[in-house]
Every structure is written in C-alpha cells, then in structure tokens.
C-alpha cells in the first residue's frame, strides 16, 4: 500500500543568523528568527511524496506550536500522517545559528522524538508491513528502530538505514540493511574512526560488517554501490550548488522510491544522485526538495 515508509525524526529548525557567536555568560544580537520544518525523517518523508511516493512516517510531535507547523507541513506533501503521533511536552528542535561564512552551529534537542518507543512501532505495524521499502536515520531511540526493521524485514519489506548522526549498530540491525547508506565520514565511523579513506575501499570494507549492500554518498562526486556483485561508481549531474543542507535526506528518500519500484541498486542510486543534485540548487531543505518534473 505504501511504497515508503520513513520510522523517524521531525524537528523545527530554528535559524539565526550572527556574525560571531557569543562566549559564555555573553549576549549577542542576531537576525530574524527564521522556523523551518527539518528533522531527517520528516526531510526523507517530504522528499519521496514530493517525487510522487505513496509515503507515510511513523514518528512523534509534541503538542505545541511547531508539532502544528511540522504536521502540516508534511500533510502539504501528502504525507500520511496517521502513525505521527503527538506526544505532551515539546517538539524536537534544532537551534541553528549561522555564521557570515554560512557555517552552522546545531543544538538538537530531541523533545518528543525522544519518546519514540516499541509499542508506537506496535501500534504502526500495517503501515510497517505494508510498506515495499522502510527507511530509518538515528535520530530517534534505537529500540524502536530496531523493532520496525525487525517488523519491516518479516513481512518482506527492504530496510534502509542512513547511519546519520553517526551511532553504534547492532550486528543484527546491520544485517538487515539493504542498503546501509552513509556518507565518507559516517563510513569511517563505523568502521572505527579516523579519517574517510579511498571510497571504493571504504564500501568493500562496509559490506564486510554485514549489510546486503552499501550506498556511499561523495557530494558532487556522486555514489558508491556496492553489493555482493561489485562496486559501481554513479556520478551526479553537475549542478551549481547554492546550499547542500538536507542533500543527503533527498537522497536516500529517492533511493528508496526508485527501490519501492523494482530498479536495481545502481539505477535507483542513478535517480537518486538527481533528487540529491536538485536539492543542492535551492536553500534549505524541505523547500528545496523537487518535483519529478524539476530533477535535472
Ligand atoms: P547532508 O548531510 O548535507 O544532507 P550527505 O553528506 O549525507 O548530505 P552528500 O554526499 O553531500 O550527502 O549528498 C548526497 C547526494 O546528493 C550525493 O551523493 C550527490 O548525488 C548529490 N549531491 C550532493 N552535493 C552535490 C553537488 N554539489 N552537486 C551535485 N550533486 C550533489
């Protein structure tokens, strides 16, 4: 019934810009508050409907101001909404303050996504079941992404994890992901720290952790594939690149539709290197998700 289904985060991204940030005990004054919809599983939940998935999330808001922004802003895109849940107390929230060099600084608090737990998944399961492609991040508890893969993977669904932020996996988890998709620096986190090394090198050593298969994502460098029948390497178009906030959500989201409908790995990774080179072309995240008819 539902060709994606994203068990993941919604935040409000809060953003101010400064021209340097203050030290302690200090204060600073800084631009207009701009509030986004963000947090990586209602970005990948967006991005999927935007390209025309039949897509649902299972996840919490609180019941405050922004759980109403963050729900109607995933019911614009017509994401199904009936496993959001609405927790009491606060919505996650991403306090961003940007620099005059565009750098940011983040301060997640997790609010409701922290409240995630076992039995929402319980309470999810049709919507689990019934989805051709599951897709997880890390920013909500891992019980609960461990019990939907679990529930995703039994009734014959395909597991996609994006190991962002970058955490512990249990083996098990691993096991399921088909693919696992990372990034250069979240793939040398798992495979024990330093700095990302040559990336086809990284991939062969990733699926010896265990996936079926593994996406590395490289930028304006394109993909990585790799599974038991090789690695390929799939470029991106070239594209000018004005903000690449979010790129990776966009994605994994298109990765994922393209999976949902039957294309092998390096052909869904070939669409989603241009839902990922789309979303470079536009500020912010969400809004710069694209239609199919905006994919260059
Ligand atoms: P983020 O954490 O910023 O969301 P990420 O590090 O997880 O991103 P990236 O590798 O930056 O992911 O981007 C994901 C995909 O988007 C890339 O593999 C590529 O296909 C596309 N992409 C990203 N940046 C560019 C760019 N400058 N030009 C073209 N394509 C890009």
Redesign the pocket.
């Known amino acids: 019934m539902w060709e994606v289904v994203v068990v993941g985060s919604v935040n409000a991204d809060l953003v101010i810009g400064v021209d340097r940030r203050p030290a302690p005990g200090e204060t600073v004054l800084g631009s207009d508050l701009v509030v986004h919809p963000g947090g990586k599983g209602a970005n990948q939940a967006v991005a999927a409907a935007r390209l025309g998935g039949r897509t649902g999330i299972v996840g919490r808001v609180g019941d405050d101001g922004h759980g109403r922004l963050l729900r109607d802003a995933l019911a614009a895109d017509g994401v199904d909404l009936a496993h959001l849940a609405t927790t009491s107390g606060p919505s996650g929230v991403a306090l961003i303050t940007v620099g005059p060099d565009g750098d940011n600084s983040i301060i997640v608090s997790p609010g409701a996504n922290a409240r995630l737990t076992p039995a929402d998944v319980a309470a999810a399961r049709d919507m689990i079941a019934g989805a051709a492609v599951v897709s997880f991040q890390l920013e909500v508890p891992l019980p609960a992404v461990q019990a939907a893969a679990r529930t995703a993977a039994a009734a014959g669904g395909r597991v996609v994890l994006n190991l962002?932020p970058p955490a512990p996996v249990p083996t098990d988890l691993l096991a399921l992901c088909d693919p696992l998709v990372v990034?250069e620096h979240e793939a040398a986190y798992l495979l024990g720290g330093g700095e990302p090394g040559e990336p086809a090198a990284l991939a062969g050593a990733l699926l010896k952790r265990g996936p079926r298969s593994v996406v590395v994502?490289?930028?304006?460098d394109?993909?990585l594939v790799a599974d038991a029948s090789g690695t390929a390497h799939v470029p991106?178009?070239?594209?000018e690149?004005v903000d690449?906030?979010?790129?990776?959500?966009a994605?994994t989201a298109a990765l994922c539709l393209r999976l949902a409908r039957g294309d092998g790995l390096s052909d869904a990774a070939a669409y989603a290197?241009r839902a990922?080179?789309a979303?470079?072309r536009r500020p912010g995240a969400q809004p710069s998700y694209p239609t199919p008819a905006e994919l260059p």
Do not use: C, E, Q
Request: charged share 10%; proline share 4%; glycine share 20%.
């Open positions: 962002s990034n994502t490289l930028g304006a394109g993909v991106s178009p070239k594209v690149a690449t906030t979010g790129a990776g959500d994605f290197a990922g080179a979303a470079v």
